[in-house]
């Protein structure tokens, strides 16, 4: 079975920019989330989606959103980047309560 | 409000000898709780979960954990080091009946294995 595969795998953008990522979650898993981690912070929770609907937000301006399409894949959209934007974006899904989240390699975003 | 803490930032070990990563974590309902492994330049791996059956759980890679609620802890052990072992551990924490997608996770503890 496939893992989580997330694209692309570096990106550098400039301040002020907005930039899209996107997450393919395990074949059968319905609920994507997306996680940002930065040296500083450690890993944050940024949202999770299932059946194309927000379950749970994590506390992160309106610069970022996301989405789930019907076939569970999402992407995640950050508006006018800053400096601090820098970092590793994970995504993970999950089959369901009592089974973890399984995680992707990440988007290394680099804001210059 | 959930939350857990990670003993140690950095822990190093001699190759054969026991692994012992320490987690504790606050929750006012029933936990589920994780350990995750991460490699340089990687997302993270699945060690373990605990979601409130046996307290003892195995994982993979030879490591396990036990789940003490007197103690709110779920320490992270393994009895031989091995030079794969090295990488970043990360402990997480969910509401049992929660989401699995909303994760807390503690600091994360860089563990080096020596020689």
């Known amino acids: 079975k496939a893992g989580v595969t997330q694209t692309p795998r570096y990106l550098i953008k400039t301040r002020g920019q907005q930039v899209t990522l996107s997450c393919s979650p395990i074949s059968g898993h319905r609920s994507v989330s997306w996680y940002q981690q930065t040296p500083g912070q450690g890993l944050q929770f940024l949202f999770e989606?299932?059946?194309?609907?927000?379950?749970n937000k994590g506390n992160f301006p309106g610069r970022f959103s996301g989405r789930q399409f019907s076939n569970s894949r999402s992407e995640m959209n950050v508006s006018t980047l800053e400096l601090g934007d820098s970092a590793l974006y994970l995504c993970?899904?999950?089959?369901?309560?009592?089974?973890?989240?399984?995680f992707g390699q990440g988007t290394r975003l680099t804001v210059v | 409000a959930q939350s857990v803490t990670q003993l140690g930032s950095h822990v190093s070990v001699s190759e054969g000898a026991l692994v012992l990563l320490r987690c504790n974590y606050s929750s006012s309902v029933p936990p589920y709780l994780f350990w995750y492994v991460q490699y340089p330049n990687q997302g993270l791996q699945l060690l373990l979960k605990?979601?409130?059956?046996?307290?003892l759980v195995k994982g993979i890679n030879g490591f396990e954990a036990e789940f003490k609620k007197s103690e709110t802890s779920f320490h992270l052990t393994k009895p031989s080091a091995h030079m794969s072992d090295a990488a970043e551990y990360f402990c997480?924490?969910?509401?049992?009946?929660?989401?699995?997608?909303?994760?807390?996770f503690g600091k994360g503890t860089k563990l080096s294995v020596k020689p």
């Open positions: 997480a924490v969910s509401k049992e009946g929660g989401s699995q997608g909303n994760l807390i």
């Open positions: 989606y299932f059946s194309e609907t927000q379950r």
């Open positions: 993970a899904s999950s089959l369901g309560d009592r089974q973890g989240a399984f």
């Open positions: 605990y979601t409130s059956a046996a307290t």
